[in-house]
C-alpha cells in the first residue's frame, strides 16, 4: 500500500536525521523565511514520494520510472518561466526528444 510506504520512508527518514543531528551536535536555527521555505519542501517532497508510489501501484514500473526521471524538462520550463533563464537549442531538442520518449513509452 503506497500510504504504509510512505509512512515507513519517513519513520526511516528519521531516525538518519535524528542520528545525523545528534552526531553533529547540532543546534536549531530560527529563520522564518528560512523555516517557512524548508517546510514547504518537506510537504512537497512527501507529496511527490506518495504520488510516485501511487503510481507505482497503479502502472508500469519501467513506465513511471522513466517518466518520472524526466523532471528536468519541468525543471527547465519553470526557470524559463520564473527567472527568465533562455532555453539552449541543445535544451531544446532535449525537451523534445524527452517528451518524444515519453510518448514512445506510453504507447
Known amino acids: ?3 504504509s510506504a510512505l509512512v515507513y520512508q519517513l519513520l526511516g527518514g528519521l ?9 553533529l551536535k547540532f543546534k ?3 529563520n522564518t523565511k528560512g523555516i517557512f521555505f524548508a517546510l514547504m519542501t518537506g510537504i512537497v517532497g512527501t ?3 506518495l504520488f510516485f508510489l501511487y ?3 497503479k502502472g508500469k ?3 513511471v520510472v522513466m517518466i518520472t526521471a ?8 519553470l526557470s524559463y518561466f520564473f527567472l527568465q533563464e533562455m532555453i539552449t537549442l ?6 523534445i526528444l524527452a517528451l518524444g520518449a515519453i510518448v514512445l513509452m506510453v504507447m
Open 55 to 57: 503510481a507505482l501501484s
Open 28 to 30: 536549531l536555527e530560527m
Open 90 to 95: 541543445k535544451q531544446g531538442m532535449g525537451i
Open 47 to 49: 507529496l511527490g514520494s
Open 70 to 77: 524526466l523532471y528536468p524538462v519541468i525543471t527547465i520550463g
Open 15 to 23: 531516525v538518519i536525521i535524528v542520528g545525523v543531528l545528534f552526531v
Open 61 to 63: 514500473a519501467s513506465t
Open 1 to 3: 500500500d503506497p500510504k
